[in-house]
Each structure stands twice: as C-alpha cells, then as structure tokens.
C-alpha cells in the first residue's frame, strides 16, 4: 500500500538553494517512494543561536511503501550522503536537514521517531512550506495545517522568488 508523508527540508550551509535542490532529487530517487508535491521556498530566521546564516526551507509531499521508521532511517541516510554532519550546537547551522514531518495518519512516540514531528505545530517555517502542499491536512492530535499556520504567522519568513528554478 502507498502512505502520503511529508518531509521538511532546510539548510543554511554551502549555497542553501544548491542543497535543498539536491535533497528534492535524492527524495525523487528513493526507492518505494513517490516525490508528488514541492513546496516553494523560504528564507527563514534560525530557530536556534542567532549568529548563523538564514536558512532556506522547503516541504516535500511523497507517497511511500516505506513504514515510517524506514523512512526515517533513509531519510538519515540522505542527510549523511548529502554531507549532512552532527551540529556542534543544538539547532546550529547544518548542510541539510530531513525530518518526517506526518505519515499518514500515524501517531508514534518513541525515542527516534515522532510522528507527527514534535516541533511542526509551533514551527512556521514548517508550516508555511506544508501549508503549500496540503493546507487542509489534518496533522493528528494538532489540527489543520492551514489553522496552525495562521496561529504561529509568518514572522521571520520571507518566500524566495527570482533564483534559478524559483518561481
């Protein structure tokens, strides 16, 4: 059976647009998945120490065979092959960043995996992206996208228009 996911991507290391275009083909490639949906692009205050460049944020909407650990072990597998090393410093500044945002209607609260993602209802640079590609998507135990997006608001967000594959 085929399961909607959504994964959020960020980076704001070694040309962030490169980076998050690189990580919408490896999504694109994984096997017994579907990359169905692209978000546009945001610049984005960091949410963690502010003395690191702005990132760029994304969401991307798959259709998977994968159970969610399995996507969660290839989509950490994605980071490590797109260079992504362990941040010094919590929420520091990262080469690229995946993270399972929801899995169909799943709710899972172990150690190394939380579905729906822990920090989405809070994080509009999460909401924002997955507002474009489901904006009535109900995220388990949360809401709809389009209800949590207006509550958090767009402060410290900027759509990214005029690059290279930008509309």
């Known amino acids: 059976m085929w399961f909607p996911a959504y994964v959020a991507l960020g980076s704001n290391l070694d040309q962030p647009l490169v980076q998050i275009e690189r990580a919408f083909s490896a999504l694109a490639q994984l096997e017994r998945c579907r990359l169905v949906a692209r978000s546009r692009l945001y610049k984005t205050q960091p949410l963690g120490p502010q003395d690191q460049p702005e990132f760029?944020?994304?969401a991307a909407g798959l259709l998977t065979m994968l159970t969610p650990r399995e996507l969660l072990v290839e989509l950490k597998r994605l980071e490590r092959e797109l260079g992504r090393t362990q941040p010094i410093v919590r929420w520091g500044p990262r080469v690229i960043d995946l993270?399972?945002?929801?899995?169909?209607?799943?709710?899972?609260?172990?150690?190394?995996?939380t579905v729906p993602h822990r920090g989405l209802p809070e994080r509009n640079f999460v909401l924002?992206?997955?507002?474009?590609?489901?904006p009535e998507l109900l995220v388990p135990g949360h809401g709809r996208v389009s209800q949590l997006a207006a509550r958090v608001g767009g402060a410290g967000l900027a759509l990214l228009t005029g690059a290279p594959g930008v509309p």
């Open 56 to 58: 760029i944020n994304a």
């Open 99 to 113: 993270d399972l945002l929801v899995y169909a209607d799943a709710q899972i609260s172990e150690n190394d995996l």
């Open 128 to 134: 924002y992206p997955l507002r474009d590609l489901a």
